[in-house]
């Protein structure tokens, strides 16, 4: 009998043909050496062409592309693959890149001018693949063993090959640039609203980097689907899907696309001891070039460690036990659990590191990080947590953990509760969650507490 792995492989080798090739190493030199696991370097650009001029008009694509990547991820899977990992990469990052030929990736005669400033997102426009690869392999010391590519019309292609992706928000999600218009809750996306909910940057705040998140969010959703509603063992599902992926995407000339099946089962299910997401950390999140505008700089030794961990084949964060277990520390009691609350973190201190710390100790003690500490516009002696006013409780939970803070409402301001640090912080008080009940009965409003999204 041909086991449900067996007839995935079969069918997707048999596309191998439809993949368009593209040539991401040839001619590379002085290239980190290889690693444990199997690297893949996924990038998202703002090619457009074959989209009609209604759907242009319909998504707001109406603008001429700047042929850059959009999106990059590393997307790292284990040797023994288990487990996997995917790191965003802000496209703003702060690089410096050789003067190439244009197009082609391959540097100029020593005689040229020398590297110049630049965003990562420029690497593509300049040397397409290539360079793209070259200069996050110099950046991050991780060997790229694959490259995959997508445009907006293969990612809409994708998305409605699956018959369209839930995503659920908390909060309305609107953004006039990219035309998003989400209500609360669940909505299911086909591929044009999808390519607006992962484009947006315009939502809150946190632009890019907020805009990060909900690729993650949705790259979750979208391995969910294929791997919960039967694809995989499904050959005529497989072949539909594989066939349209595969048939719009560009790949390196080693690509196996058998990797692809690999690569889902590995992130089934999406635990820490499965699969991880992370964002590359930062030092600036508005670094000033001149020439160039805004940019986001790496926090160096942090980031450091994200690589070694890639490089070394280790999860990006060690399991950390529940904060009910014997072995864990006895916190105060609070009606919330803390792996249900989601919390920012910004710096209000002038000391170096410490909304990093915070969050790394607020991670340990169960909360929901998602995201990159920040650094306020101004200095502040109290430590305040602003939150929306459905989500009080959540709000006096984590004040436990933060004993002296003061708690701020501050209604529309979304699921993730906002820590400013000041310079009254002084540690993370460990809590536990209540044990699991039946819900109370209310007096009929929804509380934003309740609000839980798959």
């Not at 997707?12 to 690693?35: H, Y």
């Not at 670094?287 to 160096?300: A, C, L, M, R």
Request: aromatic residues 4%.
């Amino acid at each position: 009998m041909i086991t449900a792995s067996g007839i995935g492989h079969a069918v997707v080798a048999g596309l191998d043909g439809a993949i368009n090739r593209v040539d991401a190493f040839g001619g590379m030199q002085n290239r980190p050496g290889g690693s444990k696991g199997t690297n893949f370097l996924v990038v998202g650009t703002d090619g457009r062409d074959g989209l009609d001029p209604m759907e242009k008009q319909q998504y707001h694509l109406g603008g001429a592309p700047c042929h850059c990547t959009d999106t990059i991820m590393l997307v790292h899977l284990s040797e023994d693959r288990q487990r996997a990992a995917v790191v965003s990469i802000p496209r703003d990052s702060y690089v410096m890149l050789p003067r190439v030929v244009p197009g082609t990736g391959t540097q100029q005669a020593a005689s040229a001018p020398a590297a110049h400033p630049a965003k990562i997102n420029e690497a593509y426009a300049d040397g397409g693949p290539k360079l793209t690869v070259r200069t996050v392999e110099q950046l991050t010391g991780v060997h790229i063993d694959h490259y995959l590519e997508l445009d907006f019309v293969s990612f809409m292609k994708t998305v409605d090959v699956l018959g369209g992706v839930p995503v659920c928000t908390s909060r309305r999600l609107k953004d006039a640039y990219s035309g998003l218009d989400l209500p609360v809750g669940t909505t299911t996306l086909n591929g044009g609203e999808a390519l607006q909910y992962v484009r947006s940057r315009h939502i809150d705040g946190d632009a890019d980097l907020g805009r990060m998140q909900r690729q993650q969010r949705f790259v979750a959703q979208v391995v969910h689907k294929i791997t919960s509603g039967g694809t995989l063992t499904n050959p005529v599902k497989l072949e539909r899907v594989a066939s349209t992926v595969l048939g719009s995407v560009r790949a390196d000339q080693g690509f196996d696309p058998t990797d692809l099946i690999a690569l889902a089962r590995s992130m089934k299910g999406f635990s820490n001891n499965s699969s991880e997401f992370a964002t590359v950390p930062l030092s600036n999140p508005n670094f000033p070039v001149p020439g160039v505008g805004s940019t986001v700089k790496w926090d160096n030794e942090k980031a450091g460690r994200l690589w070694a961990a890639i490089r070394a084949d280790k999860p990006l964060t060690a399991p950390r036990p529940a904060p009910s277990s014997p072995s864990g520390p006895k916190g105060t009691q609070v009606d919330v659990a803390p792996s249900q609350i989601r919390v920012a973190v910004e710096n209000a201190t002038g000391i170096s590191g410490l909304a990093a710390s915070a969050q790394q100790a607020l991670h340990a003690g169960g909360f929901v990080t998602p995201g990159m500490p920040t650094t306020a516009d101004r200095h502040s002696a109290r430590t305040v947590i602003r939150y929306d006013p459905r989500w009080d409780r959540s709000a006096k939970a984590l004040a436990v953990a933060l004993p002296g803070t003061r708690l701020e409402a501050a209604p529309g301001l979304g699921a993730v509760l906002r820590i400013t640090l000041g310079a009254d912080y002084t540690k993370v008080s460990p809590v536990t969650g209540p044990p699991p009940a039946p819900k109370a009965s209310g007096d009929g409003a929804v509380s934003g507490d309740e609000v839980q999204c798959a």
